[in-house]
């Protein structure tokens, strides 16, 4: 079963407009909330995490907001550039123990 | 200075063969992971070990075999290889759960499979 829905698949933005991605979370245990973000041929790299005690983070043109009560959690990309073209997954884990549960995964391209 | 790294990058095999796959990170992590990504770039998490024990197996075939000779390294062996293994192999690491309280994952550059 799916524990950490990610939507949209795929995203087309224009330089300079927001992107956001949204996830959902099945499992009420999730205390961590991590976004990893890869680019072509490289690895998934943490971009920013959140804690469910914590309602917004934000880091640069990135910002994560979370809702505890609706187990639902939005990156949003500001001012989006076409070096934001990648995959972004978002994620979740228990403290604790040993395993991230991913969502499928968002592809965005930014168009110049 | 890589954190992780996987060798090799690119390997390009016939069905039924057998290869390996190797991983090592330089972050003192005493827990390490095997990841398959499909070409729809969904990550599956296969294995994991912790201070060299294996406490993640996920329904991987077990033509698959990790084995994990020290706390800085977590290779991947496959036989009898199939046309459906073709895929990107990552290795992660993160802080033992008893270490800390961060659940950051670092994920090497990857291992990109083709079964022909």
């Known amino acids: 079963q799916q524990q950490v829905k990610q939507s949209p698949q795929s995203l087309i933005v224009q330089k300079g407009g927001i992107s956001i991605i949204n996830c959902a979370y099945e499992?009420?245990?999730?205390?961590?909330f991590p976004w990893y973000q890869q680019f072509p041929g490289k690895g998934p790299a943490l971009l920013i995490a959140?804690?469910?005690?914590?309602s917004e983070k934000k880091e640069g043109r990135f910002t994560i907001s979370f809702n505890k009560s609706a187990k639902q959690s939005s990156l949003h990309i500001m001012d989006s550039q076409p070096g934001d073209s990648a995959t972004y997954f978002c994620?979740?884990?228990?403290?604790?123990?040993?395993?991230?549960?991913f969502g499928a995964g968002t592809r965005l391209f930014v168009k110049a | 200075d890589t954190a992780v790294s996987q060798t090799p990058k690119y390997l390009v095999t016939q069905m039924g063969n057998d290869k390996s796959i190797k991983c090592e990170q330089n972050?003192?992590?005493?827990?390490m992971y095997w990841y398959k990504q499909d070409s729809k770039k969904f990550l599956k998490i296969m294995f994991s070990?912790?201070?060299?024990?294996?406490?993640i197996n996920e329904t991987v075939p077990n033509r698959f075999s990790p084995k994990s000779p020290d706390k800085a390294h977590l290779n991947l062996h496959i036989n009898s290889l199939e046309l459906g293994d073709s895929a990107v192999y990552f290795c992660?690491?993160?802080?033992?759960?008893?270490?800390?309280?961060?659940?950051?994952?670092?994920f090497g550059p990857g291992t990109r499979l083709t079964v022909l």
């Open positions: 972050l003192g992590h005493d827990t």
């Open positions: 499992n009420t245990a999730f205390d961590y």
């Open positions: 959140i804690r469910p005690d914590v």
């Open positions: 994620a979740a884990s228990i403290t604790g123990g040993f395993k991230t549960i």
């Open positions: 992660a690491s993160k802080v033992s759960p008893e270490r800390g309280d961060t659940d950051t994952q670092y």
């Open positions: 070990y912790n201070n060299k024990e294996l406490i």
